[in-house]
């Protein structure tokens, strides 16, 4: 595992943006995968973004794509997702979540393919 530590949530209008951040607590060696998966009261855990080891290759789903952009320097720096033109369905709870394995495609939609996560970061959209 890799310790998380996700920051940039808040209380934002919709329409507005948020920059969430992802950064290890401490230096490691390994290289992960990271995603940011969000959950809304009474709902699962959902993804909503990934990024490969190198920093190359993002994934979204369908609802964030155009608003949302993750991104990462190098396997070891901080994570990002910027958050622009925000929604009331957007708000929820996210979690930044690592993992070292890639063991088939689309891994990175099962928030269960995870092996460590962040305490999370609530992010609340007015109208």
């Known amino acids: 595992q890799v310790q998380l530590v996700e920051s940039g949530g808040g209380l934002v209008q919709a329409g507005g943006s948020l920059r969430l951040s992802c950064t290890p607590s401490?230096?490691?060696?390994?290289?992960?995968?990271i995603g940011w998966l969000r959950q809304s009261p009474g709902k699962e855990r959902e993804f909503v973004a990934a990024v490969n080891r190198s920093g190359g290759t993002t994934y979204y789903t369908d609802s964030v794509k155009g608003r949302f952009i993750i991104s990462r320097v190098n396997a070891e720096s901080t994570v990002y997702l910027q958050m622009n033109s925000l929604q009331l369905e957007d708000m929820a709870v996210y979690y930044c979540?690592?993992?070292?394995?890639?063991?088939?495609?689309?891994?990175?939609?099962?928030?269960?393919?995870?092996?460590?996560w962040g305490q999370g970061t609530q992010v609340t959209v007015s109208s």
């Open positions: 401490e230096r490691t060696f390994g290289s992960y995968y």
């Open positions: 979540a690592a993992s070292r394995r890639s063991p088939f495609s689309a891994f990175y939609l099962d928030p269960r393919q995870y092996e460590s």
